[in-house]
């Protein structure tokens, strides 16, 4: 089993900035992607970052130029900056991994979710 704790998340004026945290149970060198999504209040759950075990990114159209995600190996844990934050940004993010678990396979990981509102 995979464990995925988000931290970081909280209530911030438009305009600001917050870093979210995503700390795994087990080695991130063993996914070879982690990410980010969110899920607004009433829509479904969208991708808005993630990051390849060698370091690739991409992103949702609706963030780039203001998120940045990255990954430190040594302490096993992806990071979500969020600048220049506005209303449309607020939801729970979660943090997603697909780990490599040997014979037993692939395990999609998620962790609980953080909430992020972004207030006028």
């Known amino acids: 089993q995979v464990q995925l704790v988000e931290s970081g998340g909280g209530l911030v004026q438009a305009g600001g900035s917050l870093t979210l945290s995503c700390s795994a149970s087990r080695s991130i060198l063993s996914s070879t992607l982690m990410g980010w999504y969110r899920q607004a209040p009433g829509k479904q759950r969208e991708l808005v970052a993630r990051?390849?075990?060698?370091?690739?990114?991409n992103y949702a159209d609706s963030v780039k130029g203001r998120f940045i995600i990255s990954r430190d190996n040594a302490k096993n844990t992806v990071y979500l900056q969020m600048n220049s934050l506005n209303p449309e940004d607020t939801g729970v993010y979660y943090c997603?991994?697909?780990?490599?678990?040997?014979?037993?396979?692939?395990?999609?990981?998620w962790g609980q979710g953080t909430l992020v509102t972004v207030s006028t």
């Open positions: 990051i390849t075990r060698g370091g690739s990114t």
């Open positions: 997603n991994g697909a780990f490599f678990l040997g014979p037993l396979g692939t395990l999609d990981a």
